[in-house]
């Protein structure tokens, strides 16, 4: 094991409080946020039980990054949307559309530098 994956290595959690594992070598029951999402899971209420750590080169991001794991084995099956939640974010949606000046929906969300449709805005302009 390199120096760097040996530096993130602590199943045991003395060193960073919580276990902690180097990039793709945590164990296969800890799952990110993402990969829950990706079998249709959730937390369901778990707190973290785990992190990965490494290093990152990234520009304008350098250093130490973290991703959080939760244990798939008490993760619960997502919620359903209801009916009138479904409904009013289909509403909330159309209003994000509709254009103030000239009371049609647009499409597209407008957007907030505006507040208007892109039509509206060249009119404006002109």
Same mark, same amino acid.
């Given at each position: 094991?390199?120096?760097?994956?040996?530096?993130?290595?602590?199943?045991?959690?003395?060193?960073? =409080?919580?276990?902690?594992?180097?990039?793709?070598?945590?164990?296969?029951?800890?799952?990110?946020?993402?990969?829950?999402?990706?079998?249709?899971?959730?937390?369901?209420?778990?707190?973290?039980?785990?992190?990965?750590?490494?290093? =990152?080169?990234?520009?304008?991001?350098?250093?130490?990054?973290?991703? *959080?794991?939760?244990?798939?084995?008490?993760?619960?099956?997502?919620?359903?949307?209801?009916?009138?939640?479904?409904?009013?974010?289909?509403?909330?949606?159309?209003?994000?559309?509709?254009?103030?000046?000239?009371?049609?929906?647009?499409? *597209?969300?407008?957007?907030?530098?505006?507040?208007?449709?892109?039509?509206?805005?060249?009119?404006?302009?002109?």
């Amino acid at each position: 094991m390199s120096r760097i994956r040996a530096r993130f290595w602590d199943p045991t959690g003395d060193r960073y =409080s919580i276990p902690t594992y180097p990039w793709q070598m945590a164990p296969p029951h800890l799952l990110t946020l993402r990969q829950l999402a990706a079998r249709r899971l959730r937390p369901g209420g778990q707190g973290v039980q785990a992190q990965i750590l490494w290093r =990152s080169t990234r520009y304008g991001a350098p250093g130490v990054r973290a991703a *959080y794991l939760y244990d798939v084995r008490f993760a619960l099956p997502k919620r359903a949307a209801t009916a009138a939640q479904l409904a009013a974010l289909d509403k909330a949606n159309a209003a994000r559309r509709t254009c103030p000046e000239c009371k049609r929906d647009a499409g *597209y969300v407008l957007p907030r530098h505006l507040g208007i449709c892109l039509d509206c805005a060249q009119e404006v302009a002109a």
